[in-house]
């Protein structure tokens, strides 16, 4: 199974601003193996975000995401000890959740 | 994520000036350099290793079912905080000096039943299918020691021995090419293609070096220990491979961290 | 890249954005796209390629749109910062493109209200190329580019 996520999330006036590092090997489908056989594409899909259950962004990424994903940005609204929740989808289904306390 | 890496950030870039101005030919690419660097600080993909790390030294693993919460490593059972900042040192209970990959290869040892052969497998891994255990552990152990200054001892005899014998490694030269470490890192503003070389004889060149591995390389999306860039310059110096937790190893590990006592501990870091 | 693509890219460039994602059919107002991959907008190869489809309205270059925290020259292309913000009111979504990869569209991320139109990710390139910020605001498209020069660091040590 994949690794967690780090996600930090701080309020900051009215704003909360949420930084996220996601483990992932990001494989293009460009490459090669020492034998000459194209590596297959394996890369996050899907990413949703959502702060107490509602949506706060969403994105598609194609292979040219860098390996080990960063992702910022902020939304309007969240208090100090509310949860940010994080999911990423994959090319090969899988799919890893994980949640950080607003601080 | 952290500011505090920026200060070394910019150093590096610094040495990065003019070879990147010769290599491009062009204008002054300085600037964009170091904002390219300064961008990667936020965010470093190595917490990544230290989150794993951290989950790792509490997991109850091994035969025994133990975590390393009861590892000493230097200033008593699970106290993790500022102990890298003072590695390596003496252990009375292995009558040895050890390095932190040594000591975690002890405790897993000792507490969680682990053969010495296993606790020292596959200590570098590569990419996601065969990632190392050790890496994350050493990027947690580290993490810990972010912003305290260097302190390794140098009061137990043994500890000066390590110190002696890592010193005539560090001098040694052989190989095909007669190379020794001096001979890369002895002078300042030497480079091979656009890497700076550090001058590690000199104090500000070790005390750099040291204390900004382990790092996220981003030429390899991988994070790698000081362990593992010793091994590589043995690579690039043409010697025989460098035993993982060998005494000479330690003895290396030893002189050049001494070397750069009394600097902050600013790793892991993120490097090219 | 030939100056013939280059000078396309001048005139039409916004067209040929627009065309993969008119194409793609996603960006619909009130669309949740994200749930749903798009092989056909991530497939795209090439400008070429995405330029035949054209069919819609042309992105208007914007100065709204800015690129923050991203470098000019990237000392590492499997890494490359990339900050993007918008000042066009009813931001809805941003999308990166990176012109000369091998695949276009690298990602694109759904702004809904409340959320800030600033995303900063970072994206491979395999060579210096033109990046594009495609933006969706109010039912209209805007684009802005910057030019990021890739220098791989000589040998791998």
Request: hydrophobic share 35%.
């Amino acid at each position: 199974m994949a690794d967690p996520m780090k996600i930090r999330a701080n309020v900051v006036g009215d704003t909360t601003e949420v930084k996220v590092l996601m483990s992932h090997e990001m494989e293009t489908g460009q490459r090669k193996d020492a034998q000459g056989k194209t590596i297959p594409a394996w890369h996050i899909q899907t990413v949703n975000a959502t702060w107490n259950g509602k949506t706060v962004l969403s994105a598609q990424w194609g292979p040219a995401v860098a390996k080990n994903p960063f992702l910022s940005f902020k939304f309007k609204g969240g208090a100090k000890g509310d949860k940010v929740q994080i999911t990423w989808t994959d090319t090969r289904g899988d799919t890893r959740t994980d949640e950080a306390t607003i601080g | 994520m952290r500011s505090h890496h920026r200060r070394a950030a910019q150093g590096v870039a610094a040495l990065f000036i003019l070879a990147a101005a010769t290599a491009l030919g062009q204008g002054s690419p300085v600037d964009e350099i170091a904002k390219y660097r300064a961008a990667l600080q936020d965010g470093n993909p190595a917490e990544l290793w230290e989150a794993r790390g951290e989950d790792m030294w509490k997991q109850a693993r091994g035969p025994k079912k133990a975590s390393l919460e009861r590892c000493d490593l230097g200033l008593g059972p699970g106290v993790v905080k500022g102990a890298y900042s003072e590695l390596p040192k003496y252990f009375a209970d292995a009558d040895r000096v050890q390095d932190l990959e040594t000591r975690l290869v002890w405790c897993m040892v000792t507490q969680q039943g682990y053969t010495e052969a296993d606790a020292k497998k596959n200590p570098f891994g590569a990419g996601n299918d065969k990632k190392a255990d050790m890496e994350a552990l050493v990027a947690y152990v580290t993490s810990e020691s972010r912003g305290i200054r260097m302190n390794v001892p140098q009061s137990h005899p043994k500890e000066q021995e390590a110190y002696r014998i890592g010193e005539k490694i560090f001098y040694y030269r052989g190989g095909p090419h007669d190379f020794g470490c001096a001979t890369c890192h002895g002078d300042d503003g030497k480079r091979i293609r656009l890497q700076d070389l550090p001058n590690l004889t000199k104090v500000d060149g070790a005390r750099k070096a040291y204390t900004t591995w382990p790092a996220y390389r981003v030429s390899q999306g991988e994070l790698r220990s000081f362990q593992w860039r010793l091994n590589d310059c043995f690579r690039q110096q043409r010697f025989p491979e460098l035993e993982f937790a060998s005494d000479a190893s330690i003895a290396l590990t030893m002189f050049l961290a001494r070397n750069a006592n009394g600097a902050e501990f600013d790793a892991p870091a993120i490097k090219r | 890249m030939d100056s013939k693509r280059r000078d396309m890219l001048k005139t039409g460039g916004g067209l040929t954005l627009l065309s993969l994602v008119a194409a793609a059919g996603w960006l619909k107002p009130g669309d949740g796209w994200a749930a749903e991959w798009n092989k056909a907008a991530f497939d795209t190869k090439s400008m070429d390629e995405t330029l035949k489809t054209i069919g819609a309205t042309t992105p208007a270059q914007s100065k709204d749109i800015t690129f923050f925290s991203t470098p000019d020259i990237a000392e590492n292309g499997a890494v490359v910062p990339i900050g993007i913000t918008s000042a066009i009111p009813k931001t809805e979504s941003i999308a990166i493109l990176v012109e000369k990869n091998p695949n276009m569209l690298t990602a694109v991320f759904d702004i809904p209200p409340g959320t800030e139109p600033a995303i900063s990710t970072r994206v491979k390139m395999g060579q210096s190329s033109n990046v594009y910020a495609l933006v969706k605001a109010d039912g209209k498209y805007y684009v802005a580019s910057k030019e990021i020069k890739v220098t791989l660091g000589g040998c791998g040590g």
